[in-house]
């Protein structure tokens, strides 16, 4: 079959609008689709983290044990190359960082496995990772625009800015004043 253009006749009154309401009828199921698989995805990546912290705790179980599960989980799920003996690594620092499975439910799953390596790799503890978590949600960060504002040091920046709004805008008509 060639690529020949096909000629169409002109779209009826309203039609480009209705295609567009379309066109985002279908986007936001597989928008949401994706989300919530992301978030089984992470809560998934805990618990398997939260076993294995308990375990080594409980049992006494090293290092080579997560090695050995690495390898097991790979052969049983080919396909899935989060089985990794880093990354599971990456799982129990996750539980050890987030023992509380409320806060992973309602805040951390939001954010893709990647982005909560990220703060385990670039944040020393939880009150900065929680701030981070929270302004990557609330403004849609990618991986590298929450790299580049831990590494910028966006939260200790924020606050700071010297501002003379308060004199030069009068209370009324000023955000700061409300």
């Given at each position: 079959?060639?690529?020949?253009?096909?000629?169409?006749?002109?779209?009826?009154?309203?039609?480009?609008?209705?295609?567009?309401?379309?066109?985002?009828r279908i986007h936001a199921p597989q928008q949401r689709a994706s989300l919530a698989v992301n978030r089984?995805?992470?809560?998934?990546?805990?618990?398997?983290?939260?076993?294995?912290?308990?375990?080594?705790?409980?049992?006494?179980?090293?290092?080579?044990?997560?090695?050995?599960?690495?390898?097991?989980?790979?052969?049983?799920?080919?396909?899935?190359?989060?089985?990794?003996?880093?990354?599971?690594?990456?799982?129990?620092?996750?539980?050890?960082?987030?023992?509380?499975?409320?806060?992973?439910?309602?805040?951390?799953?939001?954010?893709?496995?990647?982005?909560?390596?990220?703060?385990?790799?670039?944040?020393?503890?939880?009150?900065s990772r929680r701030w981070y978590i929270a302004q990557a949600i609330e403004h849609s960060w990618s991986r590298n625009t929450l790299v580049m504002q831990i590494?910028?040091?966006?939260?200790?920046?924020?606050?700071?800015?010297?501002?003379?709004?308060?004199?030069?805008?009068?209370?009324?008509?000023?955000?700061?004043?409300?």
């Amino acid at each position: 079959m060639s690529e020949r253009s096909i000629r169409l006749t002109a779209p009826p009154t309203g039609y480009s609008d209705w295609l567009t309401g379309l066109k985002k009828r279908i986007h936001a199921p597989q928008q949401r689709a994706s989300l919530a698989v992301n978030r089984e995805m992470v809560l998934l990546y805990w618990n398997i983290g939260h076993e294995i912290l308990t375990r080594q705790n409980q049992q006494g179980w090293g290092s080579k044990v997560v090695d050995r599960l690495a390898q097991d989980l790979r052969t049983s799920f080919p396909c899935m190359r989060v089985f990794s003996p880093r990354n599971l690594k990456y799982m129990r620092a996750f539980a050890e960082a987030w023992p509380d499975s409320e806060f992973v439910q309602q805040a951390a799953a939001q954010l893709p496995w990647g982005h909560n390596v990220v703060l385990l790799d670039k944040l020393p503890g939880p009150e900065s990772r929680r701030w981070y978590i929270a302004q990557a949600i609330e403004h849609s960060w990618s991986r590298n625009t929450l790299v580049m504002q831990i590494e910028t040091r966006l939260l200790e920046r924020t606050g700071k800015a010297v501002s003379n709004f308060e004199n030069h805008l009068p209370k009324p008509q000023s955000d700061a004043g409300a």
